[in-house]
C-alpha cells in the first residue's frame, strides 16, 4: 500500500471537509469555545490537540490487537492522559504566559471527545499510519475553528490580531470602539452557531 | 458558613460549568432534546461531582501536593492521571451500585452513566478545585476544606443541570418554530445557548 494511497489521502482530508469533527460530527467544542477570546492560545491549543490526537492514534493503533476490549477504554484514557501530562509540562517550560492563559483548558483536553471519537472509531481498527493521518487531519480541523473564530473575536473584541495592534488609532479618534461582547464566553457560542449555518449550507447546496 | 452559602450560589449562577465555562457541552448538546432526559443526566452528573470534587480535594492537598508524601516533592504533575483515574473509578462504582440496588434508575439513566467518565464538566470541576486551593482564604472563590469542595461540587452540578434542563425545555418548543434549513438542529441550538449565555452574565456581580 502506498504511503499516499486514495484511501490514506481520504482519511486525511474527510476530517477537514464533510467529516468535520466539530461541525460535523459535534465532538470536542467544549474547549473549543473556552480558548478561542485571542488568536494566540487558539492556535497553540490547536496545535497541542492536534500532536496528542495523532499520537494517541498511532499509539492506540499499534496496541489496538493486544488490548482486552473490555478495558479498552481505561487504557484509551491513560494513554491520552500521559500524551496530555507530557504536552502541558512542555507548554509550562516554553510558553508558560500561553499556558496561564489555557488554564485548565490543557487538562481537559484528556475528556475532549474528538480524542475518544477518533480512537474508537479510527485507530481501534486500522493501522498505525493511517491512524496518524487521520489524528493529523481531525486536529487541524478542530484547529482551524479556533483560528477562525479566535481571529474574529479577537479582531472585533480588541482590534487586534496575535496581540498587533490592526485597526489604526485614527479609528478609534473617529468613534470607532471595540466590542466588548465579543470578548465575553456568549459571543463564541453564537459564531460557533454562524461558522456551522455557513458551512451547512455550503454542503448542502453540494449535495 | 456564610463563605460557603456564597461559594454555593456562586457555583451555580456565576461560574456556571456551561455559560461560563463551556465545560460539559458534548452531552449538553447530545442529550437536551427533551426535558426528561436532560434531568436525568443532569442529576447523574450533580451526583457523581458531589463525590469526585471532594475525593480530588483530599488527593490533591494529602498527597500529591508540595512536601506531602516526601519533602520537597511536588508530585501535583501527576493530577491528570490521578484525577481522571478517581472520576473513571466513582463513575464505574456508581454505576454498580445503581445496577444492584436500583435497577429502575439504572434502565432509566441508561447509557448516560457510562458516558459521565468523559464529560469535561466533572474534570473540569476537579481541575478548577485545585486552581481555587492556592487563592487567598479571603476569596468568594477560595476551597479551604473538604466541605468547601463538596460544596463547590454539588453547586456546580446544580447549575449544570438547570442549564440542561432549560436548554431541553427550550428545544422542545423549538421544534415547532421555523428555523432556516442549514440552520436547522445544531446551528440554532448553539445560538440559542449563546442567548442564554448572555442572559445569566447578569448575574456575574453576584455576592451573598
Known amino acids: ?207 | 458558613m456564610e463563605h460557603i452559602i456564597s461559594l454555593f450560589f456562586r457555583s451555580i449562577f456565576v461560574d456556571n460549568m456551561i455559560f461560563a465555562f463551556f465545560l460539559g457541552m458534548c452531552s449538553y448538546l447530545a442529550v437536551s432534546k427533551t426535558v426528561k432526559t436532560s434531568l436525568g443526566l443532569g442529576l447523574a452528573v450533580t451526583f457523581v461531582l458531589t463525590v469526585t470534587v471532594p475525593v480530588n480535594y483530599l488527593l490533591q492537598t494529602k498527597v500529591l501536593g508540595d512536601g506531602c508524601l516526601v519533602e520537597g516533592v511536588d508530585l501535583s504533575y501527576l493530577s491528570f492521571i490521578l484525577f481522571i483515574g478517581v472520576i473513571a473509578g466513582m463513575v464505574q462504582l456508581v454505576e454498580m451500585t445503581v445496577e444492584k440496588y436500583s435497577p429502575s434508575l439504572y434502565a432509566a439513566l441508561g447509557i448516560f452513566l457510562p458516558l459521565i467518565a468523559v464529560n469535561c464538566a466533572i474534570m473540569g470541576a476537579s481541575l478548577f478545585m485545585q486552581q481555587r486551593i492556592l487563592m487567598d482564604p479571603t476569596n468568594t472563590q477560595a476551597i479551604t476544606s473538604v466541605w468547601d469542595a463538596m460544596v463547590y461540587g454539588f453547586g456546580s452540578g446544580i447549575g449544570w443541570t438547570l442549564a440542561i434542563v432549560s436548554l431541553g425545555a427550550i428545544r422542545e418548543k423549538m421544534q415547532y418554530g421555523d428555523v432556516p434549513k442549514p440552520l436547522q438542529g445544531l446551528g440554532i441550538t448553539f445560538i440559542v445557548v449563546g442567548l442564554m449565555a448572555m442572559a445569566m452574565m447578569c448575574f456575574s456581580g453576584l455576592n451573598i
Open chain 1, 1 to 207: 500500500m502506498a504511503l499516499f494511497s486514495k484511501q490514506n489521502r481520504e482519511a486525511f482530508t474527510n476530517p477537514l471537509n464533510l467529516d468535520h469533527p466539530i461541525l460535523g460530527q459535534v465532538l470536542g467544542i467544549c474547549s473549543a469555545l473556552a480558548v478561542t477570546s485571542q488568536l494566540k492560545p487558539a492556535i497553540v491549543m490547536g496545535l497541542a490537540v492536534t500532536v496528542i490526537t495523532a499520537f494517541s492514534n498511532v499509539i492506540i493503533s499499534i496496541l489496538r490487537n493486544t488490548i482486552p476490549n473490555r478495558i479498552r477504554i481505561v487504557v484509551q484514557l491513560v494513554v491520552v492522559a500521559a500524551l496530555v501530562t507530557i504536552v502541558s509540562q512542555i507548554l509550562k517550560a516554553y510558553v508558560y504566559d500561553v499556558s496561564v492563559q489555557l488554564s485548565v483548558y490543557v487538562g481537559l483536553i484528556i475528556t475532549n471527545c474528538i480524542l475518544m471519537g477518533r480512537l474508537e472509531a479510527f485507530a481501534m481498527q486500522n493501522k498505525p499510519w493511517p491512524s496518524f493521518l487521520d489524528g493529523v487531519g481531525n486536529g487541524l480541523g478542530y484547529a482551524m475553528i479556533l483560528v477562525i473564530v479566535g481571529a474574529v473575536r479577537e479582531f472585533l473584541g480588541r482590534g487586534s490580531l496575535l496581540g498587533f495592534q490592526i485597526i489604526p488609532d485614527a479609528c478609534y479618534d473617529w468613534g470607532y470602539i471595540n466590542n466588548g461582547m465579543m470578548t465575553m464566553p456568549a459571543m463564541a457560542l453564537i459564531l460557533v452557531g454562524i461558522v456551522i449555518w455557513v458551512h451547512r449550507a455550503y454542503f448542502y447546496k453540494e449535495k
